[in-house]
């Protein structure tokens, strides 16, 4: 499984976009990119996933770079309800059923 | 539709005790698993079930056993609990082998004293 890299905390003013970098090198061809967060405790949320190309729906947009070796999770307008732990994952979807590997992810708190 | 339902929600054990704790979903997934995550820590995979009749270990299986009961339900079970047991345990679902994402229960919280 490609490995990921994330800053281990950041912060964000109020109903300011939240840009999440992600390294991911190692990324293979027929490897996505997927976005998940925690808030406090709560089980995991999908939130978005991509392959090549930008993605956005109703809660995220996701920019990958053209060498796919990075990419940035945004959330347009941030709100306290946002402050999470957003993790980065990369795995390919014809893969094993085990490839969903959670690291330390970035904590995002949303200030007020 | 409730997504993935995991009971109990909060559970007290006393070393050596046994449980087991349950995990149904209800959006035909094929695929279920079952992580633990400890405080100030990621998700470690305990065990997966790709689809029904099969299941597999995952990173930390050692003191847990699981059941693909059917399709909808995956139980993970404690046969003599020890205190570093205590954790946050989660239940998951999705289709592998798709692009979906995976959905989670909300976590059942167990200590063991």
């Known amino acids: 499984d490609a490995k990921t890299t994330q800053p281990t905390s950041m912060d964000c003013a109020e109903g300011r976009a939240a840009n999440l970098p992600c390294n991911h090198s190692?990324?293979?061809?027929?490897?996505?990119v997927y976005w998940y967060r925690q808030i406090h405790s709560q089980g995991p949320q999908y939130i978005i996933h991509g392959l090549k190309n930008n993605e956005t729906n109703e809660m995220a947009s996701l920019i990958i770079t053209e060498d796919r070796k990075s990419s940035t999770l945004i959330l347009p307008h941030a709100t306290l309800r946002d402050t999470a732990v957003y993790y980065c994952i990369v795995r390919s979807p014809s893969g094993s059923a085990r490839q969903l590997t959670f690291g330390s992810g970035t904590q995002l708190t949303v200030l007020p | 539709n409730a997504g993935v339902t995991q009971t109990p929600k909060f559970q007290v054990l006393k070393t050596g005790q046994s449980m087991t704790l349950q995990c149904a979903q209800d959006?035909?997934?094929?695929?279920m698993y079952w992580y633990r995550q400890d405080p100030g820590m990621g998700l470690r995979l305990i065990y997966y079930s790709a689809s029904e009749g099969t299941t597999d270990k995952g990173e930390v299986p050692n003191g847990y056993n699981v059941s693909r009961l059917n399709k909808r339900e995956f139980s993970l079970r404690l046969e003599s609990a020890a205190p570093s047991q205590t954790s946050v345990y989660f239940c998951a679902s999705t289709y592998v082998r798709q692009n979906y994402g995976y959905t989670f229960g909300s976590g059942t919280r167990l200590t063991v004293v």
């Open positions: 190692t990324i293979s061809g027929n490897e996505y």
């Open positions: 959006m035909n997934h094929n695929s």
